[in-house]
């Protein structure tokens, strides 16, 4: 895994994300999620793509290694 980032017009805040891994995602003041680390831990990135897989409406894109 590359890297993992927020599109920002899909998150609702619903905070399941950052529920899951919060070394990762953490929402801001506006409510909407954000990455709080450049690169992925390996041992970060199952719970990373559990995330991705939790949000309702798709607003994680993962970024894999070519
Ligand atoms: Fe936003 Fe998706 Fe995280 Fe919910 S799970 S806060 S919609 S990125």
């Known amino acids: ?3 993992v980032k927020i599109i920002e017009d899909a998150c609702i805040g619903c905070g ?14 506006d ?3 954000t990455v709080i680390i450049d690169e992925v831990p390996e041992e ?6 559990d995330a991705a897989e939790s949000c ?5 894109a993962i970024e894999e290694d070519n």
């Not at 970060?44 to 793509?49: A, G, P, S, T, Y």
């Not at 309702?56 to 994680?60: L, Q, R």
């Open 1 to 3: 895994m590359k890297s």
């Open 16 to 29: 399941a994300c950052e529920a899951i891994v919060d070394d990762v995602f953490k929402l801001n003041d």
């Open 31 to 33: 409510g909407i999620s």
């Open 44 to 49: 970060l990135e199952e719970d990373v793509r």
């Open 56 to 60: 309702p409406t798709e607003a994680i």
